[in-house]
């Protein structure tokens, strides 16, 4: 019997974002062999992605082993076969809608952010379905830090769409010797881990800065992904995608690393550093700050128990201080480990 034929990759990829992943994905599909373009706003850092191959206040000290085509003209970044929209979360419609009127039937839009919207409570995929109705969503979501991505170093991701085809053919485009996707079908479970491990990863940088040991990162970490996978099951995720890459991978890496910038937010912030330092204009990026109270106002319209992300919301809404939201959680009632509410 024949081999069932592999995936056939789209050529055409645009990236939109020119941050520290949109070019790290970007390199990663001109990696693969794809013809790519990066779009972004700022002239001077796309100048210097496409003359000097690097990004250095994204991604500082290195230089790309490819050249990357950039622009600045959506129309132009719109004409692909398939799209990556790689920004934060909170604006993330912006670059939907820009694209809007330009997107051809049927491209496939692979969204990168990993949060929820304030005010809407939107996922990502709701965004695009609300921007691009035209689009075929995907969500790209895993443990994967730019930087490694970007020097091309070992890393696995998960990436979802409607369809095992389409996610298949959608990971046949981005895989290289470096960079392993996997398919899944659950585009719900997959942007759920990706947003609300950014939650858990700010308190358990809190615990690491405030130095309440390793014993309380261990509970932590544990007792929030129980509660991640409470919301998201609750929302329509499969359980299986919540222990895989997108769920389980990313808590693993994000909620212990200082290389994450949710993990050493919640740190600084455990250290005494003032919040209104770590959320200035230009301070480096942290979605589980945004996504903390949308994800504890899902939970309440859903009828789920989310004490951890509610600790996290209410120190970032300063409601309570770090130790008073520390001696709630440990004063909650007693309960079964595997209680399901
Ligand atoms: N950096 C990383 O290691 C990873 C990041 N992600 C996710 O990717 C998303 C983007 O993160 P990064 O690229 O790291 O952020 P970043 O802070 O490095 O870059 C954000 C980019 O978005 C641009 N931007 C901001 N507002 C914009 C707007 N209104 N229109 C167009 N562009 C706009 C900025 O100019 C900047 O180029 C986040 O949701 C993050 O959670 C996911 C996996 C890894
Ligand atoms: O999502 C990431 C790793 O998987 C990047 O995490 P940070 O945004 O916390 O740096």
Redesign the pocket.
């Known amino acids: 019997m024949s081999e069932p034929s592999a995936p056939k990759p789209f050529q055409r990829v645009s990236v939109?974002?020119?941050?520290?992943?949109?070019?790290?994905l970007a390199l990663n599909a001109a990696r693969a062999g794809r013809d790519v373009v990066l779009?972004?706003?700022?002239q001077d850092?796309l100048n210097t992605i496409s003359t000097q191959r690097q990004l250095p206040?994204?991604l500082p000290g290195l230089t790309f082993d490819h050249p990357l085509e950039t622009t600045t003209d959506v129309t132009e970044a719109a004409d692909a076969d398939c799209i990556l929209i790689?920004?934060?979360?909170?604006?993330?419609h912006?670059?939907a809608e820009?694209i809007g009127l330009y997107v051809r039937k049927g491209t496939p839009v692979i969204l990168?952010?990993?949060?929820l919207e304030k005010g809407t409570q939107r996922m990502m995929s709701e965004v695009l379905a609300d921007y691009l109705p035209q689009a075929q969503p995907a969500i790209?979501?895993?443990p994967?830090?730019?930087?490694?991505?970007a020097r091309g170093l070992p890393t696995a991701?998960t990436i979802a769409a409607r369809t095992a085809p389409l996610a298949e053919q959608i990971c046949a485009t981005l895989s290289n010797k470096s960079f392993r996707p996997y398919a899944s079908t659950d585009l719900i479970g997959v942007q759920l881990g990706?947003?609300l491990k950014?939650v858990l990863a700010i308190a358990c940088g809190i615990v690491m800065g405030k130095e309440l040991g390793a014993s309380a990162h261990a509970a932590l970490m544990t007792r929030g992904f129980a509660e991640m996978q409470r919301l998201a099951l609750k929302l329509g995720a499969r359980p299986d995608t919540l222990m895989g890459l997108s769920g389980f991978g990313?808590v693993t890496l994000s909620c212990s690393s200082p290389?994450?910038?949710?993990f050493s937010f919640g740190y600084a912030l455990g250290q005494g550093t003032d919040l209104s330092d770590l959320m200035a204009p230009g301070a480096?990026?942290s979605?589980g700050a945004y996504t903390a109270r949308v994800a504890c106002e899902l939970a309440e319209k859903n009828g789920v128990d989310m004490p951890i992300a509610q600790a996290v919301a209410d120190v970032l809404d300063r409601k309570d201080t770090i130790d008073k939201a520390v001696s709630k959680l440990m004063t909650r009632p007693l309960r079964r480990e595997s209680d399901h509410h």
């Open positions: 939109l974002g020119a941050g520290a992943w949109g070019t790290a779009w972004g706003r700022n850092n206040p994204y790689v920004a934060p979360a909170q604006v993330t912006h670059i820009a990168a952010a990993k949060g790209l979501s895993g994967s830090f730019a930087f490694d991505v991701v990706g947003a950014n990313d290389q994450s910038r949710n480096k990026l979605e």
